[in-house]
């Protein structure tokens, strides 16, 4: 009988004993293995309204966690709960397998993870996976996937919707865009997040959430306008809420704006200022492919009318306050009748 002896060098001991995950991922991206937190650790870049409450999810599972945000208060509470600090997107990626980001702008999302001194590709290891959540350009989607995979990496564009209550509740609708095997391999990190929807190749989950931002926003103009509406004409606007909330003009929009609106919160789900980007970059998509949407141009106007009110920290909902000025009304009086 012959033996086969197979030697191995300290060097590859050292390999094999500190770099399972790379070992893995490497070996085949449709691995049946799934992530966990035992074999997993994840970067989160970005605690802002939304980050925050994602990332306390994955550490209430268990999973070791490393975050950075350029504003250190907004990630002191993920400290508490037993989040580790990284000093840049480079120092948390090269401690992490799977790093997610969720900032503001296409200027954010290139320089966290493509800065070659900084950014977080330049610290991640062969095998490791980015994940974009920031709602941005699928060109920029593409440049990222592109660079990634020159360096034995991945990349997936998942933004999602559902604002802040869809975060803290890990209710967030997922619209994810890459490797589809590599979108499975992520399947039990997106499912404490919210439900994950593949979409198609690079980009196509951003191209997924523009239209998402699309709808959105003619449906908040209407509902607004249908408040002005009512109010001028003397009805009670929460029971006038109230009553369409059940019937077609009902919406998961009225559902979570209506009530706030009347209350006057303006506290930001999502901040108008994000939204002025969200459709701005849909209205330059709309000119590459030669599409007219001039509901989507007068939403984007309007929004931007907020933004030079200075009222482009506030929330969303605060798109009344753009339609109560061209009216010269104000809903502020209006009885809250609906919870």
């Known amino acids: 009988m012959n033996y086969v002896f197979y030697i191995m060098t300290p060097l590859t001991l050292l390999y094999h004993s500190f770099f399972p995950f790379i070992t893995r991922s490497m070996a085949n991206t449709t691995d049946t293995e799934l992530i966990s937190p035992s074999n997993t650790r994840v970067g989160w870049i970005g605690t802002g309204v939304m980050g925050q409450s994602m990332c306390s999810h994955l550490i209430k599972a268990g999973y070791t966690l490393t975050v950075f945000n350029r504003t250190l208060s907004k990630a002191q509470p993920l400290l508490d709960m037993g989040a580790h600090l990284a000093q840049s997107p480079h120092h948390l990626a090269s401690q992490s397998d799977v790093v997610f980001s969720i900032v503001g702008y296409p200027s954010d999302v290139r ?118 509406y009512a109010h001028k004409a003397g009805l009670d606007v929460g029971l006038f809420l109230e009553a369409i909330s059940s019937g077609a003009a009902g919406s998961k929009s009225l559902d979570a704006h209506g009530s706030r609106i009347l209350k006057r919160d303006f506290e930001p789900g999502f901040y108008v200022n994000h939204f002025v980007k969200d459709l701005g970059i849909c209205l330059k998509e709309c000119q590459n492919m030669g599409l007219a949407l001039p509901g989507l141009a007068l939403a984007q106007q309007l929004y931007l009318s907020l933004k030079a009110h200075g009222e482009g920290n506030l929330g969303t909902r605060a798109l009344i306050l753009a339609l109560e000025r061209l009216n010269n009304v104000s809903l502020q009086s209006t009885t809250v009748t609906s919870s």
């Open 111 to 228: 320089s966290v993870f493509l800065d070659p001194t900084s950014g977080a590709l330049s610290g991640l290891r062969h095998g490791g996976i980015l994940v974009d959540m920031t709602t941005s350009e699928p060109s920029l989607a593409a440049e990222i996937s592109a660079a990634a995979s020159s360096k034995h990496c991945f990349s997936i564009d998942a933004p999602v919707s559902g604002g802040d209550l869809g975060a803290k509740n890990g209710k967030l609708a997922i619209f994810a865009g890459g490797d589809e095997s590599v979108v499975k391999r992520l399947s039990p990190l997106f499912a404490l997040l919210g439900k994950v929807n593949y979409m198609g190749a690079t980009g196509k989950g951003q191209f997924a959430k523009l239209a998402n931002q699309i709808t959105i926003a003619s449906t908040m103009v209407g509902l607004v306008e249908g408040m002005v």
